[in-house]
């Protein structure tokens, strides 16, 4: 089992619909979770950190963390074709001094 | 804004050469690493550093070194380039240590091919 899962796509949205991103991790203690956003040629970006269960919002974009099911996800709403990219998703794992990084997830955002 | 800096985007070396990769950040982070990133692998971890002077192997160190001589900056060697070593290279920096907002941000980059 790899240690940070993610569907590799593509995922295919409507503008205007709401892209949900799932990530799943295979530390129970895993402390930490981070969504990047990479343009492709480009260098990823961080766009979201979510440390507690529960949901965190920022602007249109929305991480959710259930530590118990070992499960995060991302949630753009009112998608627009800029949204189009590579998602990775990246987990601290335990007292580990690193992150783990999922392969990401290729979205693409349909006029 | 952090800034993290790569010497080149696009390098082009020869079967053996000794290589060097420049990384240079501007937040005063604790904490320095190098990735690379290939189609269908994903990002993997080379070697980090969490203070000058200080390294770290990560899941892929063979065939690579680093150098942490000043806290702003981590330089990637490749003793002896492979073709095998022709992917991106990518810098990052936190802040550390391990506390909540340990977030790394990302150099543009660095496309090596080795020919």
């Known amino acids: 089992q790899k240690e940070v899962e993610q569907n590799s796509g593509p995922l295919s949205v409507p503008e205007g619909a709401i892209a949900s991103l799932n990530c799943t991790y295979s530390?129970?203690?895993?402390?930490?979770f981070f969504w990047y956003r990479q343009y492709s040629g480009k260098s990823p970006e961080l766009i979201m950190s979510i440390y507690s269960n529960g949901d965190k919002e920022d602007g249109r974009f929305t991480a959710q963390l259930n530590k118990a099911s070992q499960y995060v996800s991302l949630l753009i709403r009112d998608s627009q074709p800029s949204d189009s990219a590579t998602y990775l998703c990246?987990?601290?794992?335990?007292?580990?001094?690193?992150?783990?990084f999922g392969q990401g997830t290729r979205l693409t955002i349909n006029p | 804004d952090v800034k993290v800096t790569q010497s080149s985007r696009y390098l082009v070396k020869r079967t053996g050469e000794k290589v060097f990769l420049e990384c240079v950040q501007d937040m005063d982070h604790e904490n320095m690493f190098w990735y690379r990133q290939d189609p269908g692998l994903g990002l993997r971890l080379i070697y980090f550093?969490?203070?000058?002077?200080?390294?770290e192997k990560g899941d892929i160190p063979e065939g690579y070194s680093v150098s942490r001589e000043k806290k702003e900056r981590f330089s990637l060697i490749l003793e002896s380039a492979s073709t095998n070593q022709t992917s991106m290279y990518l810098c990052a920096s936190s802040l550390g240590p391990l506390v909540d907002g340990y977030e790394q941000y990302f150099g543009p980059g660095t496309r090596l091919t080795v020919t």
């Open positions: 990246a987990v601290k794992m335990g007292g580990a001094q690193k992150l783990v």
């Open positions: 550093s969490y203070d000058v002077k200080m390294k």
């Open positions: 530390d129970r203690v895993s402390q930490s």
